[in-house]
């Protein structure tokens, strides 16, 4: 059964509530692997259903356009906060709707169209929003992107410092949605000063981590950080921008009125009962264990003659470069999805093929730590892992049923939050 459970839905929405049903089932009975994602409390659950979902809010604290603010004032106060103690940083705007947008707003606040943008590009591991080709932050802005270097698999900072002093960016991010290391920071910090761009910590991913303790902070050093709250920090979906007090103003301006009407107050509580949770002990226990599993499962993986970029990670995920195996990413994905475990293929630095069948598979532990799995348990991911790919280079489903069969079987004794079994 869905928890919160979904009676309501059942009754006026059959359709709806049933697949709802199966999604939760399926999250239940699936090794997850997709880096991104996680399970969500059912703290935040609730608090993502509820009423506050028939407000509007538009403004901020104090600063409304609408009556009856009595109790959405101190929700989204409370929010940022925590957000603020949580990682330590002057001011939290909560109200981005999406880590797409929340990157939008700061090309609002600090650019101008046709402004120098400097990001990684996305076939290297950075994001759309960090001027793609394909984003309008790559088409009403002038990019230029850096990578990693192809004998490290890193980012390499000695081009990113010869760039930015050629093109001087206004803003420079850093961060990504496929680096399996640690991001330097500092370095970051001191090319920006150096060229006078602003630097952006995109820290989407990696939030959890740094929550956590488990990877180091930019505070300090990048002046605005982005995030979204719903991968390792393990909220709802939503993002929120930090910064200096400095840039305070300009950040919420771009928010709102810039790009976004009322904030989605049913959200802002659920982040700010995410950020509670984060601030736990057990939290940071979560967060080291969750890197603790990536270095398991990325020793299982190589043991096993796999090739990860970078040869290995420091953090929740790994990418992994399957040239030697003679298979492409998407039919791999496809057969570990068969096969009860679910992942994503991936570009890998220096892809030979295209974007939409590459040659690599991002991998990623925030979900499988939220549901109990340990160390122990990352031999036997791996081993699975490897089967799959073997069975769908020679078309054997059944050896796919039979490995999904054994995922379930192990899962069964991990409880999902969000699903309370059958029935
Ligand atoms: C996920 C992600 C985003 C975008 O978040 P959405 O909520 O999908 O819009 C932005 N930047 C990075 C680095 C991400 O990983």
Redesign the pocket.
Known sequence: MHQPPIPHVAGSDPDIAELIQSEARRQFEKVRLIA?ENYASVAVLEASGSVLTNKYSEGYPGRRYYEGQQCIDPIERLAIERAEQLFGVDHANVQP???????LAIYLAFMRPGDTVMGMSLPMG?????GWSVSVTGTWFNPVRYGVRADTGRVDLDEVRDLARRKRPKVI?C???AIPRTIDFPAFASIAREVGAILVA????IAGLIAGGAHPSPVGYAEVI???T??TLRGP???MIMSTAEHAAAVDRAVFPGLQGGPHDQTTAAIAVALREAAQPSFSTYAHQVVANAKALADGLLARGYSLVSGGTDNHLMLVDLTEQGIGGKLAAKALDRGGIELNYNTVPFDPRKPFDPSGLRIGTPAITTRGLTEEHMGQIAGWIDEAIRAATTQRDDVLDRIAAEVRDLLTGFPMPGWGGPG
């Open positions: 991104s709707y999406s880590g797409s947008p929340a990157n950075g994001h759309l929003t960090h991010f961060g990504g949605t995109d820290i989407a991913h982005t995030t979204t719903h991968k979906r939503g993002a």
